[in-house]
T-cell receptor, first 115, second 111 residues
C-alpha cells in the first residue's frame, strides 16, 4: 500500500478484555516497530521486528503485552486483560532496511480507550 | 538513561514569524537524529541528520545538528498557519533500531 495502515482506528473496550491491534507496513519494508503515545508525550518504544524475528521487546510494559509478525509483513500487538492505564494511542512504523539509520514511517495509530 | 529533551514545550506565533525549535539529547554515540511533524494523524518525516549530514534544508524548514553540544535545532521561516503542529525530535541509540523521542514542541501559528 501507499503507507502504513493500522486497524482499528479506534477501540473502546472494558477493563479485563483482550484487544488485538493490527499493523500493515509499507510493502517491502523489512522492519516494523510498535510505539505507544500518551497525550502530551512523544511516542514510547514497545518492540520491533526485522522480518518475522522480534529483535527487541524491552519496551513492552509487562507480560500482558505481546506482539507477533508471523510472515514478516502484518503485525499484531495483543494486550491481554486490559487495564485503564493501557489507554493510549498505539502507533506502528516501518522502515526499509533494518540497519538503524533508515527513516521510520508511521501509521495513523489506534486510539485505545479502556473503560 | 538515554534521554531527549525538547524546548520550548509550546510556542505561539503570528504568520510570517521565524521560529527555532530546540532538541538536546543525552544518548552516547547516537547514530542519527530525526525530526517529525505530527498533526492529527501520523507523524510525518521531515529530516534525518547524521555525522555525515549535519545540515538539511527543505523549503522554509531547515535543521542543524551540533554534535559537540549534543543538540539540534529546527528552523521554520515565514511561518504559515499550516505549520501548526507538534514537532517531534527522535534519536537512534547505538545498539538498537528503536527511536527515543522527546515530548515534542507544540507550535501554533495564527493569521
Amino acid at each position: 500500500g501507499a503507507g502504513v495502515s493500522q486497524s482499528p482506528r479506534y477501540k473502546v473496550t472494558k477493563r479485563g478484555q483482550d484487544v488485538a491491534l493490527r499493523c500493515d507496513p509499507i510493502s517491502g519494508h523489512v522492519s516494523l516497530y510498535w510505539y505507544r503515545q500518551a497525550l502530551g508525550q512523544g511516542p514510547e518504544f514497545l518492540t520491533y521486528f526485522n522480518y518475522e524475528a522480534q529483535q527487541d521487546k524491552s519496551g513492552l510494559p509487562n507480560d500482558r503485552f505481546s506482539a507477533e509478525r508471523p510472515e514478516g509483513s502484518i503485525s499484531t500487538l495483543t494486550i491481554q486483560r486490559t487495564e485503564q492505564r493501557d489507554s493510549a494511542m498505539y502507533r506502528c512504523a516501518s522502515s526499509s532496511v533494518g540497519q538503524g539509520q533508515e527513516t521510520q514511517y508511521f501509521g495513523p495509530g489506534t486510539r485505545l480507550l479502556v473503560l | 538513561e538515554d534521554k531527549v529533551v525538547q524546548s520550548p514545550l509550546s510556542l505561539v506565533v503570528h504568520e510570517g514569524d521565524t521560529v527555532t525549535l530546540n532538541c538536546s539529547y543525552e544518548v552516547t554515540n547516537f547514530r542519527s537524529l530525526l525530526w517529525y511533524k505530527q498533526e492529527k494523524k501520523a507523524p510525518t518525516f521531515l529530516f534525518m541528520l547524521t555525522s555525515s549530514g549535519i545540515e538539511k534544508k527543505s523549503g522554509r524548514l531547515s535543521s542543524i545538528l551540533d554534535k559537540k553540544e549534543l543538540s539540534s535545532i529546527l528552523n521554520i521561516t515565514a511561518t504559515q498557519t499550516g505549520d501548526s503542529a507538534i514537532y517531534l525530535c527522535a534519536v537512534h541509540p547505538p545498539d538498537t533500531d528503536k527511536l527515543i523521542f522527546g515530548t515534542g514542541t507544540r507550535l501554533q501559528v495564527f493569521p
